[in-house]
Structures are given as structure tokens and as C-alpha cells.
């Protein structure tokens, strides 16, 4: 063999095997991107909602922690931080909706996604929270408005779950 079928022949090696090969490795190196990016984003925005809790507690006396049962009497001042609270928290939810949430997510987005809508359904439980949401959602994500509308809806009907 002659020095260019050397070379010819290695060409056709690199293009038959390496080529493929480090496709592969490019589309694998993507994937694990593309999870970590992921992660990244549900850190933050579970951050955030930490951050929401903290204001939470700083309000005690907005008795938003627990289940709602009985109706409490707010003042005026009680009633507008507690609907600015719902509106951070409103904003929240929009947001991780938009970031993390998809139609036919893989099975690592879903777990992700999962921990959202648990919140999602836990506040709208508050019957407090669900009566406000009709203002909340003015000008939100039309998408994601009729999404927590139907989580609503489905913890007015069952809201011991």
C-alpha cells in the first residue's frame, strides 16, 4: 500500500467510526447541558420560593401558613399585604410555570414540575387565595392563568385532599 491508500483508508476510518462516535459525544455533552441548565433553573426558582416563605413568616399575623378553615377578619392594611404577598407569590408561579413547565415533558422535567404544582395546589386550597386569583391573574400568561384556574378549581371541589 502506497502512502495516499494510507491516507485514503484512514479517511474512510475517521468517517465511518470517529465521526459518528464524536456526534455521539456532542449530542450526549448537550444532554448533560441541557439537565444541568435545568437544574439551575428549578434551584433558583425554588430559592425564590424560599425567599417568598421568609416573607411569609415575617407577616404572621396574616395567618398565611396553615389551612385556611375559618374565615379570620384582616384590617385594611392586613388585607393589602397579604394581596401583595399573593401577587409575589402569583409572579412565582408564573414564572416557574413558563421556565419549567411543558406539555409533554421526559420524566426528570415532570419531577421537577411535580413540586410546583403540589404549591400551586396547596395555596389554592386557601379559599382566601382562590377568591383573589380572578384579580391576580389579570395580564398573567394566559396559559398559565387557565392552567392554576383549573388546579383552583379542582381544589374548591376537594379541598381536603
Known amino acids: 500500500m502506497t502512502w495516499m491508500e494510507w491516507l485514503e483508508a484512514g479517511s474512510y476510518i475517521v468517517t465511518i467510526v470517529a465521526l459518528p462516535f464524536a456526534i455521539g459525544v456532542f ?3 448537550q444532554r448533560k447541558e441541557r439537565f444541568k441548565e435545568d437544574e439551575e433553573i428549578y434551584q433558583r426558582l425554588a430559592d425564590e420560593y424560599s425567599e417568598f416563605l421568609q416573607l411569609v413568616l ?10 385556611q ?3 379570620t377578619t384582616l384590617s385594611d392594611e392586613q388585607i393589602e399585604r397579604r394581596n401583595i404577598l399573593f401577587d409575589i407569590l402569583v409572579s412565582l408561579f408564573e414564572r416557574a410555570f413558563i421556565l419549567v413547565y411543558e406539555e409533554h415533558m421526559n420524566r426528570q422535567a415532570a419531577r421537577l414540575w411535580q413540586s410546583w404544582e ?14 383573589h386569583l380572578p384579580v391576580l391573574l389579570r395580564g398573567e400568561d394566559p396559559d398559565f392563568s387557565a392552567y392554576i384556574s383549573q388546579i383552583a378549581t379542582e381544589e374548591s371541589v376537594s379541598p381536603t385532599r
Open 58 to 67: 415575617q407577616h404572621p399575623d396574616l395567618r398565611l401558613m396553615g389551612r
Open 27 to 29: 449530542i450526549l455533552e
Open 118 to 131: 403540589d404549591w400551586m395546589r396547596e395555596w389554592c386550597r386557601r379559599g382566601d387565595f382562590r377568591e
Open 69 to 71: 378553615m375559618h374565615p
